[in-house]
């Protein structure tokens, strides 16, 4: 599938998902008198969080139970062999032996995105080039940052009373206050780094070719949930109040649908709850697959131990003095050699 067959998918596919809520919480009740904000405002959030949490374990279970009879860490450092061979710092988390160091490389992993740090983009012209990529590296990391922030911040919305830590993100992140309300950095930071990783999957005609819509789905969802985020927030103010009441009653299992909530928050709502389910489906499980990643969670100690495949059967051996016990008396009538003569007549009595 070429590229703009996979973007016109993945954007009507974005486009229906807004227009369902809109049309049954919008337009159904000035047509036929139907209200749905029941459906959208508990039902599939329900569903959604379900899905969610059973999808996830389901995959890590699955993942979990795949053998893993070698080890094959991915490695980019010098092993620790003879004493005198150099192993420092840098080759103890490269190449960890031991459990502090795959404790350490995957702290660096999950929290700094070491390996994508250091990776390095290829370009063909009359000779092969390897270049930095540390663009794409530091959108990354202003994704993932930026995302988490927003997820921290929406937590007023959820408990009562807020953590402590919550205002204190908030300050932070509302650092640079140019309007009121507060300007949040994390949403447009949010916006930048995934409007980057969409604009280096359309304009590198490589990423353009390998790419397939479910590259580009997620993309757009995230988008169009931080534009209508931004949207209540900063154009069409929503009522605050009504919607702490209703998530207030998602948390407690005491749902209820307040008054004067916009359709707006409705089409948040439905798209946040769709990025729940698709997510255990998606390639957005390297959340949780990084941690089951054998490249990334074993040591690199074959040259210390001995790895045994546990696949191998279990082989009745035939050894060479039993086979000769077993046919001495013909190897000796053949004229070929035997380690043990055969016992005489006198020696068996």
């Given at each position: 599938?070429?590229?703009?067959?996979?973007?016109?998918?993945?954007?009507?596919?974005?486009?229906?998902?807004?227009?369902?809520?809109?049309?049954?919480?919008?337009?159904?009740?000035?047509?036929?008198?139907?209200?749905?904000?029941?459906?959208?405002?508990?039902?599939?959030?329900?569903?959604?969080?379900?899905?969610?949490?059973?999808?996830?374990?389901?995959?890590?279970?699955?993942?979990?139970?795949?053998?893993?009879?070698?080890?094959?860490?991915?490695?980019?450092?010098?092993?620790?062999?003879?004493?005198?061979?150099?192993?420092?710092?840098?080759?103890?988390?490269?190449?960890?032996?031991?459990?502090?160091?795959?404790?350490?490389?995957?702290?660096?992993?999950?929290?700094?995105?070491?390996?994508?740090?250091?990776?390095?983009?290829?370009?063909?012209?009359?000779?092969?080039?390897?270049?930095?990529?540390?663009?794409?590296?530091?959108?990354?990391?202003?994704?993932?940052?930026?995302?988490?922030?927003?997820?921290?911040?929406?937590?007023?919305?959820?408990?009562?009373?807020?953590?402590?830590?919550?205002?204190?993100?908030?300050?932070?992140?509302?650092?640079?206050?140019?309007?009121?309300?507060?300007?949040?950095?994390?949403?447009?930071?949010?916006?930048?780094?995934?409007?980057?990783?969409?604009?280096?999957?359309?304009?590198?005609?490589?990423?353009?070719?390998?790419?397939?819509?479910?590259?580009?789905?997620?993309?757009?969802l995230i988008l169009t949930i931080a534009g209508t985020g931004i949207l209540m927030r900063y154009v069409l103010k929503a009522d605050v109040v009504s919607i702490k009441e209703l998530t207030m009653g998602l948390v407690s299992f005491r749902p209820v649908i307040p008054?004067?909530?916009?359709?707006?928050?409705?089409?948040?709502?439905?798209?946040?709850?769709?990025?729940?389910?698709?997510?255990?489906?998606?390639?957005?499980?390297?959340?949780?697959?990084?941690?089951?990643?054998?490249?990334?969670?074993?040591?690199?100690?074959?040259?210390?131990?001995?790895?045994?495949?546990?696949?191998?059967?279990?082989?009745?051996?035939?050894?060479?003095?039993?086979?000769?016990?077993?046919?001495?008396?013909?190897?000796?009538?053949?004229?070929?050699?035997?380690?043990?003569?055969?016992?005489?007549?006198?020696?068996?009595?």
């Open positions: 599938m070429n590229a703009i067959a996979s973007l016109i998918l993945s954007g009507g596919a974005i486009s229906m998902l807004v227009a369902i809520p809109f049309l049954a919480v919008w337009a159904l009740p000035y047509v036929y008198g139907i209200h749905l904000e029941w459906l959208f405002g508990i039902v599939i959030p329900y569903v959604a969080v379900i899905i969610f949490f059973v999808g996830i374990v389901y995959r890590v279970v699955q993942w979990a139970k795949c053998p893993v009879p070698f080890r094959i860490p991915s490695t980019c450092a010098q092993q620790k062999s003879l004493p005198w061979i150099k192993y420092g710092y840098a080759e103890k988390l490269d190449n960890p032996i031991s459990t502090a160091g795959v404790v350490g490389r995957m702290i660096l992993e999950v929290l700094c995105f070491r390996s994508l740090f250091r990776n390095t983009r290829m370009e063909f012209g009359t000779d092969i080039k390897y270049k930095s990529a540390k663009w794409l590296w530091l959108a990354a990391i202003v994704f993932h940052y930026s995302f988490l922030i927003v997820l921290i911040r929406h937590l007023r919305f959820f408990t009562e009373p807020m953590p402590f830590f919550v205002p204190i993100i908030e300050k932070v992140d509302g650092f640079f206050q140019f309007f009121l309300p507060v300007v949040y950095q994390s949403g447009p930071l949010l916006g930048a780094a995934l409007t980057f990783l969409l604009l280096r999957r359309l304009l590198d005609p490589k990423m353009r070719y390998i790419s397939l819509p479910a590259d580009y789905f997620p993309l757009f008054e004067g909530i916009s359709v707006l928050f409705y089409i948040h709502l439905f798209l946040v709850s769709v990025l729940f389910a698709y997510f255990p489906f998606s390639k957005l499980m390297h959340m949780a697959g990084v941690f089951l990643s054998p490249t990334r969670n074993l040591s690199n100690n074959t040259r210390i131990v001995r790895h045994i495949n546990p696949w191998n059967p279990t082989v009745k051996l035939h050894t060479y003095e039993a086979y000769e016990d077993d046919f001495r008396e013909k190897m000796i009538g053949a004229g070929l050699p035997v380690e043990k003569q055969a016992a005489s007549p006198a020696d068996k009595e």
